[in-house]
């Protein structure tokens, strides 16, 4: 998978297209995923609401199963763990990581941060989780 085919992938998604997310890298290794800071998606004390950060680690945890499965895969399930607000940023960075791929089903891992203007971050969230191949 290159980034032009995630990007195409992500592209497909009306919800991803709704918040503007997008892939900024793909290699071997890992996906980052991102979507731009806005005050819509901030729940009643201003805070990114934990729905898009699990939003951010379902899809990209997927696009790291992706790295061994192909194009065609779910979301099996996962895990997130949330370890700081997200309060205020230009934008909202998940990078996720391929930890073992089988045949049908693949787990990766993914960190979330916080991505200030000037490119300080800060982590706000992690998880884990797997994905299947949908096509025999």
């Known amino acids: 998978m290159?980034?032009?085919e995630a990007q195409a992938v992500l592209e497909a998604?009306?919800?991803s297209r709704l918040i503007d997310a997008r892939i900024s890298a793909v290699t071997d290794e890992h996906v980052v995923l991102e979507v731009p800071v806005d005050d819509k998606l901030r729940q009643q004390y201003g805070l990114i609401h934990g729905?898009?950060?699990?939003y951010l680690a379902d899809n990209s945890l997927t696009y790291a199963?992706?790295?061994a499965l192909g194009t065609s895969v779910l979301t099996n399930g996962f895990t997130i763990d949330y370890v700081a607000a997200a309060r205020d940023g230009a934008c909202l960075r998940a990078t996720a990581s391929l930890m073992h791929g089988g045949r049908r089903k693949a787990t990766s891992r993914c960190e979330i941060e916080i991505v200030a203007a000037d490119g300080t971050a800060k982590l706000c969230a992690v998880a884990i989780g797997s994905a299947l191949r949908t096509e025999a």
């Open 2 to 4: 290159d980034l032009a």
């Open 13 to 15: 998604q009306p919800f």
């Open 51 to 54: 729905g898009v950060l699990a």
């Open 65 to 67: 199963a992706a790295l």
